[in-house]
């Protein structure tokens, strides 16, 4: 074997080797906090780098639960992230729809102030919004950690005009002329077409509207209304002086296992939407 045959089986070898070692570098913090959980209280210290739990036990969240109500921020943080990510959606691919496919005055005007709302900084909204819902006597409700967050939608609505207009225009001319109307064009034939994207888009806002940490801090102070993401934080808070690491550790798999669900569940869909890549036709 030559020194120039030689040189990209070792280049690969070393690209595989630095990929290998930036995995684990990423996944063990992942790793130490599912083996932590599991892991009795007092045993967690005395050896720091493990893969196994030893005398594995589900007491963590046992001691977890009976110090804050973990169960039900987990169901909070569940409902908030769905109904914002329906809420999306409800908007983002209807408007999405119309701007690929319909005709109307100011469309392009009205398509680049949607695109220039994505570089609009959210976190300078937060307070004439927490000014707003104080107003309307909506602070620690659902409604306000809900409500406020769905219309941040620019990528969303830019995202599915794409994916809309990656479909062959044959599609809706055939439907025009047997008699499809425009709500028929859009139900039946351009949404059953870009599930995978839909899919793609539902994770990226369930992903985020679950890690809304924020603004839940601001408008939910009644510990029983708090997310997973700000109850963790109130967790920590009481619970990290006294060195409870096994249900701090506890509490925070269970704030990941949902998104990881969700993840797992529709990847491939996100696969079909993402590989391809979406044009323009």
């Known amino acids: 074997m030559t020194a120039k045959s030689l040189f990209p089986l070792v280049n690969r070898t070393?690209?595989?080797?630095?990929?290998?070692?930036?995995?684990v570098a990423t996944l063990f913090p992942l790793i130490w906090m599912m083996t932590s959980a599991f892991t009795p209280n007092d045993l967690i210290s005395a050896k720091?780098?493990?893969?196994?739990p030893d005398q594995p036990t589900l007491s963590n969240f046992t001691i977890a639960a009976s110090r804050h109500p973990i169960w039900m921020w987990l169901w909070n943080s569940v409902l908030t992230a769905t109904l914002i990510?329906?809420?999306k959606l409800i908007l983002a691919v209807p408007a999405g729809y119309a701007f690929a496919r319909l005709e109307f005055r100011g469309r392009r005007a009205l398509f680049w102030l949607v695109i220039a709302t994505m570089s609009f900084p959210t976190v300078l909204a937060?307070?004439?919004?927490?000014?707003?819902?104080?107003k309307l006597q909506a602070v620690d409700t659902y409604g306000s950690?809900?409500?406020?967050?769905?219309?941040y939608i620019g990528f969303y609505v830019f995202y599915m005009r794409q994916a809309f207009r990656?479909?062959?225009r044959s599609m809706f001319e055939a439907a025009r002329i047997d008699g499809a109307g425009l709500w028929r064009q859009f139900a039946e034939i351009a949404v059953p077409n870009v599930v995978p994207a839909i899919a793609a888009l539902s994770v990226i806002s369930f992903m985020g509207a679950w890690n809304i940490y924020l603004w839940g801090q601001l408008v939910l102070d009644?510990?029983?209304k708090k997310t997973l993401t700000t109850g963790i934080a109130t967790f920590a808070d009481l619970e990290g002086a006294d060195r409870s690491w096994g249900p701090l550790m506890a509490t925070s798999l269970l704030s990941i296992a949902p998104v990881l669900i969700v993840f797992l569940s529709a990847?491939?869909?996100?696969?079909?939407?993402?590989?391809?890549?979406?044009?323009?036709?």
């Not at 720091?48 to 196994?52: A, E, K, V």
């Open 222 to 224: 009644d510990e029983f």
């Open 85 to 87: 990510t329906i809420g």
């Open 126 to 134: 937060i307070i004439p919004t927490y000014i707003a819902v104080v």
């Open 166 to 168: 990656s479909l062959p």
């Open 14 to 23: 070393f690209i595989h080797v630095v990929l290998l070692a930036s995995c």
């Open 267 to 281: 990847q491939r869909f996100i696969v079909d939407a993402l590989a391809p890549g979406i044009g323009e036709k």
């Open 145 to 151: 950690m809900i409500i406020p967050s769905i219309p």
């Open 48 to 52: 720091m780098i493990r893969f196994w």
